[in-house]
């Protein structure tokens, strides 16, 4: 199993030594990557219910750093670990621009890019973004994870499409990962799964909180089901990695509905916990360690490499 940490760009004491401090950090502790989450403006009034609370309210305040920008200017400052979008919301940006920054990043980062997808829940951010309708957004996601790979993989790309056309153009350069940047897909619904078994190199749903705690026998159930999916497309299922987003939860926190919330506790408590993950399927595991303090942050970062994952 390859494990990897989710990197807060939204926080309101967000600054780029901390962000910085913090790669470099996960690079020397050999993690396979990071995740960064992505909105690009925050409407004043959200009514949108947000899927990974209990009251359903959205909790950003403060900067929220443009996802690709804040990958080009970390991966300048490592040497090996990955980044990764998780998600990027597919319908907020043109997919040729999308296509094009990321294999300059690949290039540029000798082949560190990982892009993960979703559709997005904020019905007011696609409104004041022009993006294209709400409710259009899965349709929206398939077709531009298409023209990806047409500009990814083909000397000649050409693409015809109901919100996105190209063709008589030279795209240079291509990614330096072939046959092109991996392609995750969030969500944990069926169609995401039927996304992720027809379109996507991996399976990127959120777990572990209140409103989605995923356990591992019901993500065993969802497994089964990308199986079927994938046979359906005439694609290998085990060609489809599972990247499962957790957290590592505040140890004070000992219980969810009577009993210990996956994550918590001790070394030997959360290294099994990534057992039982491992056991159904998981390839790779990304954690949440950040706290209020950078440097409890980095203690609890440290803590986790040294003390827990030795125990898997």
Not at 37 to 43: G, N, Y
Not at 252 to 275: H, L
Request: hydrophobic share 40%.
């Amino acid at each position: 199993m390859e494990y990897g940490l989710h990197l807060a760009i939204s926080d309101p004491g967000v600054n780029p030594e901390e962000l910085i401090r913090f790669v470099q950090r996960a690079d020397e502790l050999g993690f396979f990557c990071v995740t960064l989450a992505d909105h690009i403006v925050i409407p004043r009034n959200v009514t949108s219910p947000y899927p990974y609370t209990l009251d359903k309210k959205y909790p950003g305040k403060g900067h929220h750093l443009e996802q690709i920008t804040a990958m080009a200017f970390l991966a300048g400052a490592t040497q090996r670990i990955r980044f990764a979008t998780s998600v990027m919301i597919a319908p907020y940006r043109h997919p040729v621009v999308v296509a094009k920054m990321l294999s300059t990043l690949d290039f540029l980062s000798h082949g560190r890019m990982i892009l993960g997808l979703g559709v997005g829940w904020m019905k007011e951010e696609f409104q004041l973004l022009g993006a294209p309708r709400f409710e259009d957004r899965g349709r929206v996601t398939d077709e531009y994870i298409r023209a990806f790979k047409e500009l990814w993989t083909k000397e000649n790309p050409t693409f015809e499409g109901a919100y996105c056309n190209f063709s008589e153009l030279t795209f240079l350069p291509k990614p330096v990962q072939k046959p092109h940047i991996p392609i995750w897909i969030g969500g944990h619904g069926n169609r995401a799964l039927r996304r992720a078994a027809e379109l996507g190199d991996g399976w990127h749903p959120i777990g572990g909180v209140p409103t989605v705690p995923l356990e591992p026998e019901d993500l065993e159930g969802r497994l089964q089901k990308l199986t079927e999916y994938a046979q359906a497309a005439g694609r290998n299922p085990k060609e489809i990695r599972v990247v499962f987003k957790a957290s590592l939860f505040d140890p004070a926190i000992e219980s969810c509905a009577g009993r210990r919330r996956r994550f918590i506790g001790n070394a030997e408590q959360i290294a099994s916990d990534v057992r039982d993950y491992q056991k159904v399927g998981v390839d790779c595991l990304i954690l949440d360690v950040r706290t209020p303090n950078p440097a409890q942050t980095l203690e609890r970062l440290d803590w986790l490499a040294q003390q827990v994952l030795p125990l898997v």
